[in-house]
RNA sequence: AACCCGGUGGUGUAAUGGUAACACAUCAGAUUUUGGUUCUGAUUUUCCAGGUUCGAGUCCUGGCCGGGUUACCA
């Protein structure tokens, strides 16, 4: 599971790539590339590319480009091209001197298309958008030539031109490759290379109103950069052969492309277009909402780069429709966090409590270990005095079998400090427990009993004099199914599946004072409550935290058991 | 519907014609100054039917089921 050993099971992209070093199909060449549209932000689906793309590069040595492919400007933005960069160099990798666009490419590509044209392979069609859907046919009948399909070279050329020139219209022409309308691949029946958009490129301005469609620019793309293994997803597949015709026809260094699938993960869902729904639709508060699975949310909810890789890692690659556990995920951050984060002691949800027979000004210094797994990360000092919070679950009046927690009469260990026994409830006149009162046994100092008695609690505290107020942003999943698309009938979509409570913010937590030079990003793990970083919303003294994870529990499975 | 691609425990991934395995999840237990961590054990698997073979999860044929595609998006 380490990322760091080579994995003795190769996936069949690397397979793959294994026999064509074998038969030096690439003259030992191994090139790869991720490319996203900068339409959106990364999740992390994309992060899985990104890590099978850079990552076999680097096993292989060889090289990793990271392109644009920018060939629709009504969709793309220099905020997305940025926040994509940050999010691939965030992740953990380096694209070096190698950072391209298709639009570099506009010029190139656009000779190739009067290659074609010349070549009798492509020609201007004047059908408008429904006659051309209506002349591909359908898939049990074959589609009908364009009566525009045999014009001549000479008029090709010129209409073309004149396409660039800015002569016509949205809409007016569009040029089409010449295949075969009768193709058993509805993609093959003569499909679209260039439409004209009188529209601003993010990068090229208005030097271009025709625009290159995905099909006619990708794998030209990956040729002019020398590509050897085109790696995309599963959808792609289908596009394949047109990939292959569009090499083929123009005579250039034609890359294999390899399809693998993509990553589904429960509870969540990674569809570009419903994030987008769900920011603009203010379910969630914007790209890096700490809910939703883009590589900016995951960061800001406190996920390392290293965990996401290992998870990534752990997944695998293959070509099966795949949906992961969230749990699996969560995992892989807790496995990280445990050995890395310091402890803290944190209330979320604070009951007072009176040591009655601890003097009333006294403060101690009590030593606490930073790091149970890392003996290295020291120790530091958590004050302690007679009044104290501790957590409202940790105390039950009247507890069930199992409840090893505070009751009545109970003794439990208050961490790294003494023994407490209750001794008193104190309500208010709604029978609210307001506070509790406890004795203390000076003789159990640090949390060891000298007489060897046991207790088969430990509870995290935190002195009321001493408590850093805090807000502490505890996040669910953001859909209540695995599924967000089960729904129980037809008029609901998965939007009414969104997770009412995946977002509580406990405006006052109470947490011990250490924790006020925390910085933003730091991760720690409240003991016994899980993994929390400081959030970005920070402002001097009014610090928030952001839960990545819950610690695993299992009163919590003995409590859901009923 | 057509075309493309997939079906191995609950989930994901191995086994590359030779004993079906690993991880997570679930359950039980041990240890524990976090009901965390760590450790031990248990439960649960090759879609179906034929065929080839000494031998099939793997190869072949036919079915069944699931997904993708059928945009002037990528």
Redesign the pocket.
């Known amino acids: ?1 380490t990322e760091s050993s080579v994995p ?5 992209v690397r ?1 793959i790539i294994d026999e064509d070093l074998k038969t030096e199909k690439w003259a030992g060449r191994v090139h790869t590339r991720f ?3 900068p ?1 959106g932000y990364l999740h992390i689906g994309h992060a899985k590319s990104i890590c099978l793309n850079f990552g076999i590069a680097k096993e292989y040595g060889g090289k990793c480009n990271l392109r644009f ?4 400007p ?2 793309e933005e220099v905020e997305y091209v940025d926040s994509i960069m940050d999010d691939v160099r965030w992740l953990g990798f380096d694209w070096e001197d190698r950072l391209f666009y ?1 639009s570099d490419y506009f010029e190139q590509i656009y000779q190739w298309a009067e290659q074609l044209i010349r070549d009798d392979k492509a020609y201007v ?1 004047s ?7 209506g002349g ?1 046919g ?3 009948e074959p589609g009908v030539d364009s009566p525009y399909r045999s014009r001549s070279v000479e008029e090709n050329i010129d209409l073309f031109r004149r396409m660039r020139a800015g002569e016509f219209p ?5 040029l089409r490759a010449k295949i075969d309308m009768a193709h ?4 093959m ?1 003569d ?2 290379m ?4 009188h529209t601003e490129h993010h990068r090229t301005g208005h030097k271009w109103c025709i ?8 794998g030209q793309s990956d040729s002019i950069e020398g590509i050897t293994h085109s790696i995309c997803t ?7 052969p047109l990939y292959d015709w569009y090499c083929d026809a123009l005579g250039i260094h034609h890359p294999q492309q390899i ?1 693998f ?1 993509r990553l ?1 993960l ?1 509870y969540t869902m990674m569809s570009k277009r419903r994030l987008l729904e769900l920011v603009q639709g203010k379910h969630v508060h914007g790209w890096d909402d700490p809910r939703i699975p883009t590589l900016r949310g995951l960061r800001r909810r406190g996920y390392t780069p290293e965990s996401i890789r290992a998870f990534v890692a ?12 969230m ?2 995920l969560e ?1 892989h951050i ?2 990280d966090l ?2 890395r984060a310091e ?1 803290r002691m944190g209330v979320l949800n604070p009951l007072k409590v009176v040591i009655t027979n601890y003097p009333e000004d006294q403060t101690e210094e009590m030593d606490a ?1 930073n ?3 890392d003996a290295t990360a020291g120790t530091r000092k958590v004050p302690f005095s007679r009044e104290l919070y501790i957590e409202r679950d ?1 105390f039950m009046e009247d ?1 069930p079998k ?4 505070l009751s009545p009469g109970k003794e439990v ?5 003494y023994f407490v026994t209750c001794s008193n409830v104190v309500k208010d006149a709604s029978g609210q427990i307001t506070e509790i009162h406890c004795t203390y046994d000076p003789a ?5 009993a000298p007489d060897g008695r ?7 505290w935190v002195s009321a004099k001493h408590a850093l107020q805090a807000e502490v942003r505890l996040y669910d999943h953001l859909f209540v199914k695995e599924d967000p698309d089960e729904v129980s009938d037809a008029s609901l979509d998965w939007k009414s599946n969104l997770n009412p409570n995946s977002l509580i913010v406990q405006p006052a937590a109470m947490l011990e004072p250490s924790l006020g030079l925390a910085k933003t990003g730091e991760r720690f ?5 899980g993994y929390f970083c400081v959030d970005s919303d920070t402002q001097g003294a009014h610090m928030v935290f952001n839960r990545t994870v819950t ?8 409590q859901a ?1 009923g």
């Open positions: 599971m003795a099971h190769r996936d069949f397979q490319p996203p549209e339409n492919d920018d060939t629709n009504e969709k298709a069609c059908l408008g958008l429904e006659e051309i859907r591909r359908s898939a049990s949205d809409g007016a022409h569009v058993k691949h509805m993609l029946r499909p679209i260039y439409r004209i958009r625009y290159p469609t995905y099909d006619y620019t990708h599963l959808e792609f597949e289908n596009h394949r399809e699938n589904n429960t752990y997944v695998g690659v293959t070509k099966n429709n795949a949906t992961m556990d749990c699996v995992n807790r496995e445990n050995k402890r270990v790091n149970p797994e940790d507890p199992k409840f090893f927690r260990r208050l961490r790294w400090a159990t100092k640090g949390g060891d046991k207790v088969k609690a430990t509870l995290h793990q409240f003991e016994r409550m610690l695993k529990d299992q009163w919590s499975k003995e058991k």
